[in-house]
């Protein structure tokens, strides 16, 4: 019961319906933000807010499956989330983003850390680590972006029941920052923006450990206090 | 069924042409069982609706009574629920997808109006979609409230919304307690705790079995007759334009 174990920690996880190419389940984002954030709520003996299932995905424009919320609207449901902690003195809350494109949630949590200050709100690094224990796990960084080594590599290890073999790899020759300009559908044609081919169920172990180590740490060190 | 475990590929091949969006209220106590009963719900009523449906995943906060304390209470305001309703349905309808169902939450099996239970700005919400996009046909159901009659003839004119989830959750407990994902196996485990700890209480998951059934039918019937009706009126009035 919360009430009996009043936690200090919420951990809230935002995901996305959007398409992944072929080879992946729309769900890919929200299925990774689900697994991630209640892996860091065990390690933070925290209390596990259901992931937020739809986000920002309108960049994807015509892809069929894609389904998103506005910013202000994502803006406005974790501002009401905090309020619900805050009216029962959960003070602090770790918001475990797995879509890139949601970018609101940064001035969002800004600002709610000014309206509440006695609370704490904390957005974790989405990037995935590419090294550990000085071995490097990704063998792409900078070209992959969606649908590719990374997110390929974390569903084989987490669902790969539901992971195609057909692949696709795709680098376009501009930078990320044309998805300000233009959506997804008129960049790449199959939706990939990376090296799927790449990506292995090892790969996604140990990205998967070595991100939730980052995570822990970092909120540990954020919330200062420990588990 | 198109879920969220298929990929884009699936609406070139086999465009959908219902969407299925459940929306469940988020308190820790009841959270696990609530969104169980309706994903499962969910799932029977899109793989028994004639066409090619898309089942989306719970959206898991609502709006709940203002003065609900209960710890671990997490509560939208209602301006952000029609937000969430606005764009999700939007999203959807921008896709092609024309006919829209928002599953919202159980409802009560002794609801008789048109007001939903608990929930009244889904309904506000949906409203002002249709009228904003007049080739969009979004309706929101409550499972409990369409079967409340069917509910009734079985178990009796004083049932209630416990009584009923309880039965379902026997009978689904019965068939799907050892079979589900680790996450979900823990939610029945609890379940199952819990009903064991009610000392004399017979399972019921044979009465559970044909509410279950009844409840199904029942959202399939008035999704298709409702569909059914607004295609005809939108018929006639367009003949008469």
Known sequence: MVSEMKPDIAVLGVG???????????????????????????????????????????????????????????????????????????????????????????????????????????????????????????????????????????????????????????????????????????????????????????????????????????????????? | MISVYDSAELFIDSPAEIALLPLVGFTPSSYGTTELLITEICKRVTDQLPVETFLLPPWPYGTLPENDERAGVMVLHYETMALVVHDIVKSLFDHGIKKIVVINCLGSVNSSSALPDENSIVKTAVRQLNYENPELSAIWVQPFRVSGEHLKRLYGIEVTNEIVEKSILDYLFEHKGATESEDERAVWKEYANSISACNGQENEDAIGEKAFAEIIEAVVDYVMKTFSSIAMIKDIKKSGD
Not at chain 1, 162 to 186: A, C, H, I, N, W
């Open chain 1, 16 to 227: 996305a319906i959007e398409q992944h190419g072929s080879h992946l389940p729309i769900g890919t984002d929200w299925l990774i933000a689900k697994e991630l954030s209640k892996r860091v709520a065990i390690a933070l003996n925290a209390l596990l807010l259901p992931a937020i299932p739809i986000s920002m995905s309108e960049c994807h424009g015509s892809f069929g499956g894609t389904v998103w919320i506005k910013p202000a609207t994502l803006s406005a449901v974790v501002k009401d989330l905090v309020l619900s902690l805050h009216e029962q003195d959960i003070l602090n809350l770790l918001v475990v983003n797995c879509h890139g494109g949601n970018f609101v949630l940064n001035p969002t949590i800004h600002q709610l850390n000014h309206e509440y200050p006695d609370m704490q709100i904390i957005l974790s690094d989405e990037t995935w680590p590419m090294s550990s224990n000085g071995k490097s796990i990704f063998e792409q960084s900078m070209t992959d972006l969606h649908a590719g080594e990374i997110e390929t590599s974390l569903m084989m290890f987490l669902y790969p029941e539901f992971v195609k073999k057909k692949r696709v790899d795709y680098v376009p020759s501009f930078g990320r920052e044309f998805l300000d300009y233009v959506t997804m559908d008129q960049i790449s044609a199959e939706g990939v923006w990376g090296c799927s081919s790449k990506g292995t169920a090892d790969k996604g172990s140990r990205a998967m450990t070595a991100q939730v180590e980052k995570i822990t740490a970092y909120a540990l060190n954020k919330f200062r206090m420990n588990p």
